[in-house]
């Protein structure tokens, strides 16, 4: 293969320019929708995997209450058993690295002339570390907090914003159920949630400042969940299932009673999530590659066209002593090449339109290495493949039929 | 004297519809170094057959063609384009130039086979346009320049790679008179001068009278083969 050869191909691509850029056109849609399609896949997983990490990691949440209580089946939270003592049994385990006893509630919040209605938590400070969230300013409330139920808040950044714009919250006092409360520390944003709820929403307060202060509570100490940090990824079916032992023991149930709790394994669903979104944006890279095959199957016409038209020049390039891998060469270069330049305009447009789409939809797109590269080398395999049934039957004409034909 | 070509007891058939045809019936010749053979006969004596099959273009049925001390027969395909690169010039009836490329990349367009780089191409191939008297074109397109010029140009791409035989079936076909002299008087020069061997089918016989040696096919066979004699040339 000889630069001389590169620059026929050259040539005989220029001779019929209108023909050689609409089968080019075929490889630059199917390349630029292959990368346009896993572009916006990759942006959609990209965001569910930060909305996954601002979960918290290795999460587990014990609700209270089974699935089914005495033939009554009931929703997880139906029946109040978990404790705050159950929490600190929990924290215990040696596959646990925190857990924090959660109850909730919903209250107005109010300082000055701004108010909100929002979401109350009230929890331990283990909670911050299980949900890995950060202050960004101020203080979390400490276990000295919790064990004097100290009227203190900790506010989620929208709320924040809502209650004190500009001002700085820290060490103002905000008024909850008409009792005030002194703001200690405003939490990071976080973000939505897989659900698409805004996480920043919420405030959070010592875990009995809530039971006996806000909400009250039937049973002092009852909470409706708690959230379980475990070790680590590879310890959180063993630290499920030392948790179900240890809450089944403390609650005394015997073998045939059902659990009165239900453990949920976060990561488990996250990963769910994840593998789904991973699944869509293969499906939506299938569906664009369909294109760049059918750009192939035009490139294949084009060139059995062009065999054909030029089948006397093959038979003159055969008299004077082209060997079949000559020709063979020859048309598989032009079939290559205008594959990729195809596919390099292609490119070019995915990575534009890709652009355009997050400009004007508000979809977070991601175009990929790999994606280029996996596209050049389809385009490439593309053009060999589809060019070489056209080469090989130019290569095969016999030279007197070839010479003859007019 | 060295045998450029000898053919033994060739035949030739066709598969047709209309059943085998027997094109070639036992040929024998030899053509030795240096000489200037004009084939005659009528439409269908298989003449063209002939030329094809000294051509290496297409395959003997039965008979032997030793060409340059080469059996076609035991040759492949590849080595037989092999051998018509080295020895063989074709020169066609309709120039059978290609219509992208200009002259230059035209003539050099066997040693691109022939495995020869592209400076020594481009000397080589404006050298011999020199030759034929084009060197003032070489950047022309083969559309660009009149039908004798084209001629010149091919006969050009056949001498390119110093071949020992050059193979002109109807040259001068599509040429007028005083054009077609001309084109004759340069294969004559290249006899002469280079002492190439020339094999020439034409069905004028004042073309044919530029030749030393005259075949004549009739049906298949060989019916005449002598010296170009002068009643020929008085009959034109």
Redesign the interface.
């Given at each position: 293969m000889?630069?001389?050869?590169l620059f026929e191909a050259w040539?005989?691509m220029g001779?019929n320019r209108l023909r050689t850029f609409l089968t080019m056109l075929g490889m630059v849609i199917g390349v630029g929708a292959v990368i346009v399609m896993s572009a916006v896949g990759a942006g959609t997983q990209a965001k569910v995997k930060d909305s996954i990490a601002s979960m918290g990691s290795n999460l587990l949440i014990v609700l209270a209450g089974s699935m089914t209580s005495g033939g009554v089946r009931l929703g997880s939270g139906g029946v109040q058993t978990l404790t705050v003592s159950d929490a600190t049994a929990i924290e215990e385990l040696d596959t646990i690295s925190a857990a924090a006893p959660t109850t909730a509630g919903s209250a107005q919040l109010i300082y000055q002339s701004a108010n909100w209605y929002t979401q109350v938590t009230g929890t331990t400070p283990s909670y911050f570390e299980v949900r890995d969230w950060e202050l960004e300013s101020g203080y979390p409330f400490m276990d000295s907090d919790v064990r004097g139920a100290t009227r203190v808040v900790v506010l989620g950044k929208t709320i924040a914003q809502n209650l004190f714009g500009d001002e700085d919250p820290i060490g103002k006092t905000i008024r909850i159920k008409n009792s005030p409360y002194l703001v200690v520390g405003v939490l990071v944003k976080k973000g939505q949630s897989l659900d698409g709820r805004d996480q920043d929403d919420t405030a959070i307060v010592p875990i009995t400042t809530a039971q006996t202060k806000l909400f009250g509570s039937q049973f002092k100490g009852v909470v409706r969940f708690i959230m379980v940090e475990a070790l680590g990824e590879s310890v959180m079916d063993k630290a499920e299932k030392e948790m179900g032992d240890l809450l089944r023991q403390r609650h005394k149930l015997r073998e045939s009673v059902e659990d009165d709790f239900t453990i949920r394994n976060l990561t488990a669903l996250a990963n769910t999530a994840e593998e789904t979104t991973k699944a869509m944006s293969l499906m939506l890279a299938a569906i664009a590659s369909i294109s760049l095959l059918v750009g192939g199957i035009g490139i294949m016409n084009i060139m059995l066209v062009s065999v054909t038209e030029r089948t006397?020049?093959i038979g003159?390039?055969?008299?004077?002593?082209?060997?079949?891998?000559?020709i063979l060469v020859q048309f598989l270069l032009e079939a290559l090449m205008i594959s990729i330049i195809g596919c390099l305009i292609g490119v070019c447009v995915g990575v534009g339109g890709a652009l355009l789409i997050q400009k004007f939809f508000a979809i977070s797109v991601a175009v990929t290495q790999s994606s280029i590269l996996i596209s050049f080398a389809v385009a490439t395999g593309v053009g060999v493949f589809f060019g070489f049934y056209p080469a090989r039957k130019a290569a095969n004409l016999e030279?007197?039929e070839a010479?003859r034909y007019q | 004297m060295e045998e450029v070509i000898k053919i033994r007891n060739l035949s030739k058939n066709y598969h047709t519809d209309a059943g085998e045809v027997n094109v070639l019936k036992g040929v024998d010749i030899t053509i030795e170094k240096g000489e200037f053979v004009a084939i005659m006969g009528p439409s269908g004596s298989g003449k063209s057959t002939f030329m094809?099959i000294l051509?290496c273009?297409?395959k003997v049925t039965s008979g032997n063609y030793v060409l340059g001390g080469k059996d076609t027969n035991s040759l492949s395909?590849?080595e037989l384009?092999?051998l018509?690169?080295?020895m063989i010039g074709?020169v066609?009836q309709g120039f059978?130039l290609?219509p992208?490329?200009n002259l230059i990349d035209n003539v050099a367009?066997?040693l691109?086979?022939?495995g020869v780089n592209?400076h020594d191409r481009k000397i080589r191939a404006k050298e011999i346009l020199k030759s034929v008297g084009l060197e003032a074109f070489g950047t022309y397109l083969p559309n660009q320049i009149s039908g004798g010029q084209q001629q010149r140009v091919a006969i050009a791409?056949a001498l390119v790679?110093r071949p020992k035989l050059i193979l002109a079936d109807e040259p001068t076909g599509n040429l007028d008179t005083k054009t077609s002299e001309e084109i004759m008087q340069l294969f004559c020069d290249l006899n002469e001068k280079e002492g190439i061997t020339i094999v020439l089918v034409t069905h004028e016989p004042d073309i044919a009278a530029f030749a030393k040696r005259l075949v004549n096919f009739v049906d298949g066979k060989i019916q005449h083969d002598g010296p170009t004699s002068l009643h020929v040339k008085e009959n034109t």
């Open positions: 000889s630069l001389a050869m040539r005989a001779a006397r020049e003159i390039r055969i008299a004077i002593g082209a060997k079949q891998r000559h030279p007197i010479l | 094809n051509g273009l297409d395909r590849d384009a092999e018509r690169n080295h074709f066609f059978n290609i992208r490329q367009l066997p691109v086979y022939a592209t791409r790679n």
